[in-house]
Each structure stands twice: as C-alpha cells, then as structure tokens.
C-alpha cells in the first residue's frame, strides 16, 4: 500500500527558498535529491520527534546530523542556552564556561591534554591540518576514499590515476594546486596505505576513525592499528576526525573504543550540543604551537561562543555509562528490527552499526570501502526512503549517510520504527 506526506505548504516554501537559495537550502543534503524528493520545510523539533510546516509528525532519524544526541529542544539544554543569552551572546573575550568544557572534553580524551575551539567542524579539520603541517614541516595530506572532513579544499578531492599521483579536485572551484598535496588511499586496504607511506612523506594521515560519511563502514580489525604504526614509522602525525564519533560511539570517541590514539583529534557535532562549535586539541606540545602561545596562526570571532560552550557543556554532562548502555541497547535494537524486516521482505541488505550510529546499506554484499558503498542499490534506497517518511519516519536522505539514533528515542518509538520500517519493505518490494 502506498502512502502520501501532506506537502502543500512545503511545496509553497521551497518554490520561494528556490528563488534565493541555490537548490531552496543552505547544505546540499537537506535537499532531498538524492531519494528523488523535495525538501520538507520543518517547524519544531521535540524529543525524538519533528513535525513539519504541514503539520506531519516523524520519528527523526537525522537529529541534525549529529549533535541532538539527547533529542530536540532538550529542557536542560534550552534552560542553559536561555541563561547564556540572557547575559549577553558573546564577548570576544574568555570565559569560565570555556575553560570547564576544555577540561570536560581532556577528562573523556586522555589525548586532548589542550584544545582549541572553532565554530564548524570544516575549520577544526582545517586547522589541525595547519598544524600537523607546522609540527613535521611536511605538507601532504593521507586521506581515504569516501572520508569527509568538511568542505576545505585540499580535501575536496578524488583519487587520481594512482598511488603515486596527486588526487584531483572533486568540485569546480577546488585549484588543482590545493589537492596536489592529498594522497587517497581506499578504506580497509593495508596494502595501499602501506605502499603509500613508503612513496610519500606525509604531514598527517587523516582518518574517521568510524567513518560515517559514506554510511558507516567501520574500521577492520587491526587498521587503525596500522594507521598508527605508519603514523609513527614515518614520522607522520595521525589525525583523527570524530567530529561524528566523538561522544557519540564511546564517552571518549574512537580512540577510547578501540584504544588507538591519535596526536590529534578534531571534535564537533555533538560537543556544540546543537549549537555551532567544534574543538580540535592534542598534547600539550603540539598545541602550544597555536597563536598566541606559538606562532601558528589560527582564530575566530565567534569560537568559544558562550550559548554553543552552554549548550556543548549541558549535553557532555548528561553522557554517562548509563546514558552508553542505553544508546547502545537503542542502536542494537533498531538495526536488528530493520535487519529482521529486510529479510521478512526479501530486500537484500547490509545493516552496518556502532553505539549511536547505522546504515541500512541497500546491498547484496558487506559494504567495507568507499567502493563497495558506490555499488548499493540507490533507486531502492530512495524508495525506501519516501516510503519510510509517508509513514512517520524521517531516515537520512542519502545512502551515503548514518542514522542518529539519540538518548530521546524510546523504545515505543523503536517498536513503531521498526513496523513501519517493515511496511516501507513490503511497499518497494
Ligand atoms: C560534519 C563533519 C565535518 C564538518 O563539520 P561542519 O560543522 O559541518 O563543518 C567534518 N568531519 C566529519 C567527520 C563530519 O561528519
């Protein structure tokens, strides 16, 4: 049976954001093209619940790519927020708030002895980048295949014929002198990170340690380990961006789940707490080279704004042991429901999950590469995907992106995810 979203009034928004928005969005995802729909235009946020312009409610999947780990419009943190902003949106100068979320943050990651905040993720990679860069006194970058580290143009970039050539700009716009320094090597291949640490002499080896922007395709067993042994045996710095991972798969991201520590670690996301900031951080060698205690130039007239520090700090203290098993028993629950359902339906897929993050990688076979991914079947997904929101459930838009579940969504919500998840099956079957 086939069912349809009320969308007169989103439908009305999006012929007016067309006309001074490029593609009626400020972030090319949020469009909707990649299922083969429109946008939907949202009015309110609740919990693990959005409602949109037209009044249709969905179980939300997205949670703003990341940060609401405890759901929309969270009374603790709205509180916060409105206690901030009430003395004042920001100084351009320190404050005490800053100094407890630096502390909070090196609590969880033992190797974040010092940090630096930005206000996007794309400016905390960026600049610990610029750093790596000044601590070897190396320029090339490692990256792998279907990692994204925000929209800076050395990483804006595809591999090239091989190995042994510069990648080349994945966007118009990008010189080709901005990715002559960026070496990618596919994910999961030891071999070719092997063989590229030997051919090039790198500043950093950039790495989601879970990565999550081709759908979560985890590391396999001992590659991260080998990241950080070529890391070491080249003299390269290993850079971990958990801009997702961070706070999200384990209390101190990644590198506490697996035990491979980074030099340094960009954070974002879930650290602003809905609001825009994001850190970078390390030892306190590496980060004492940062102006002004060094000379490493890098800044910001919003970092450390004191409604995002309000807002990060509320959300880091509310994630306890108990707040990860939960998470953990929510993630497990819904990837094993919507498998279960995949299979009743006879839709082949690969269900990929972690604490706090899954796909649903429409696949006959493991999806361990950006490779792989590509090969998912993408017109099924997309019909899966407008099934799923006719009946209440907001998934991410992409196969190339993770489902958020948070510490709002309760397990009334999973049960009824998980039947409509069946029945969106059963409709594209
Ligand atoms: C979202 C994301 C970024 C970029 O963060 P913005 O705040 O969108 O600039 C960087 N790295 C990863 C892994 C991300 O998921």
Partial sequence: MSVSLRDTRSAELYARALQYLPGGVNSPVRAMRSIGRDPIFIERGEGAELTDVDGNTYIDYVCSWGPLILGHADPEVIAAITEAAAAGTTYGAPTAGEVEIAEEVSRRFPSIEM??????GTEAAMSAIRLARAATGREKLLKFAGAYHGHLDGLLAEAGSGLATAAIPS?????SAATAATVIVPWNDPQALI??????EFAAILAEPYPANMGLVPPADGFLELLRERATATGALLVFDEVISGFRVASGGAQELTGVIPDLTALGKIFGGGLPAAAYGGS?????????????????????NP???????????????????RLQATTEALASGIR???????????????????????????????????????????????????????????????????LAHT??????????AAAAFAEIA
């Avoid at 940090?115 to 996007?120: E, G, I, K």
């Avoid at 919500?413 to 039947?419: A, F, G, L, R």
């Fill in 411 to 420: 397990p009334a919500q999973v049960e009824q995810t998980i039947e409509i």
């Fill in 340 to 406: 279960e359902a995949a299979g009743e339906a006879g839709v082949p897929v690969d269900v990929v999950h972690t604490t706090g993050l899954f796909t649903v990688f429409f696949s006959e076979h493991p999806v361990v590469d950006y490779a792989s991914a590509q090969r998912c079947d993408l017109e099924l997904y997309g019909s899966w995907c407008r099934a799923l929101l006719a009946r209440g459930v907001y998934p991410p838009p992409s196969q190339f992106e993770t489902w958020f579940p948070s």
């Fill in 307 to 325: 409604l995002a520090v309000a807002a990060g700090l509320t959300t880091l203290r509310r994630l306890d042991d108990a707040a990860y098993i």
């Fill in 171 to 175: 966007s118009p716009g990008v010189p």
């Fill in 195 to 200: 063989e590229a640490t030997e051919q090039h």
């Fill in 115 to 120: 940090l630096r905040m930005t206000s996007s």
């Fill in 284 to 304: 306190r060698q590496l980060m004492e080279m940062i102006a002004p205690a060094g000379d490493v130039y890098q800044a910001g007239t919003l970092s450390g």
